[in-house]
């Protein structure tokens, strides 16, 4: 779900009946987009930008795109999680593959069913989920090349997704406050770094049920120990506080976020 490369377009990036199958597969991009979370909290996703810093791009948000668990119990097929205008050159299913995502991998746990409807297994699987999971559902299908024509070919979609809480966590200070804190603090060690020794990074780390940040830890580590432990050190010492994120009925519940640094072309 693998090694990372920063796409700077756009970072951030993507779980019969009750059937498992131990196979081994690597993350992949949507070949559909993922349906539009227009109604996702406006603190964490509405003021979506990179920063840039002496060359360096910064992002917090979710890991993948956000979804409520409103929405999940709400979702019965494929198309709950794709736009409708993709939907509609989709002429037969062959599967529908739902795992989860762990570590920045593709669990090896996979339920199946024929889709284009959820199994019974994987509605069940996603109600369960705890919040903050990381999923991939993989649809593959035959599509028809324009909405009017009968000629069919085999494509796959892949939309990746975080259960989200109904209110997400987010910094009283602002998005932005937040990065330009980490961007000028790093600042001293991201100047002196240069592309080639450096990979895309992600630090994850939890806000508890009291607005403080626990669990942070570096997810996928940008190969300068220096950088990735001021990352950390950054995050430990940041000023300010933090609204929790809050379930449907309105219990203040943990939430995990994701910091993303990287130097254009990692």
Avoid at 54 to 62: A, K
Avoid at 74 to 102: C, G, M, T
Avoid at 229 to 241: C, E, S, V, Y
């Amino acid at each position: 779900m693998l090694k990372y490369k920063l796409i700077l377009a756009g970072l951030s990036l993507g779980l019969a009946s009750y059937a498992y199958l131990n196979t081994s597969s690597s993350d992949t991009e949507p070949k559909l987009a993922p349906k539009s979370q227009a109604n996702a909290n406006s603190h964490v996703q509405a003021d979506l930008f990179f920063q840039k810093n002496e060359g360096f791009f910064f992002d917090l948000d979710t890991r993948f795109r956000p979804i409520k668990r409103s929405e999940l119990l709400e979702a019965k097929q494929f198309s709950d999680f794709a736009d409708a205008a993709d939907i509609q050159k989709l002429r037969r299913y062959q599967s529908l593959e739902l795992a989860a995502v762990v570590s920045e991998q593709i669990a090896d746990e996979r339920l199946l069913a024929d889709g284009p409807e959820l199994s019974e297994a994987q509605i069940a699987w996603l109600h369960n989920a705890p919040y903050s999971t990381n999923f991939r559902l993989r649809a593959d299908f035959l599509e028809a090349l324009t909405v009017d024509t009968t000629n069919l070919s085999y494509n796959y979609s892949t939309p990746h997704y975080t259960l989200v809480p109904e209110s997400q966590a987010y910094y009283k200070d602002g998005k932005r406050a937040f990065i330009q804190y980490i961007r000028e603090g790093a600042l001293p060690i991201t100047s002196t770094l240069n592309e080639e020794d450096l990979f895309a990074a992600k630090i994850y780390f939890t806000i508890g049920v009291d607005g403080v940040i626990t669990k942070a830890k570096v997810g996928t580590s940008c190969k300068s120990a220096e950088l990735d432990a001021k990352m950390l050190d950054l995050l430990d010492n940041l000023p300010g506080d933090w609204e929790v994120a809050r379930d449907m009925n309105g219990q203040a519940v943990e939430q995990e976020l994701v910091l993303s640094y990287a130097l254009p072309g990692c």
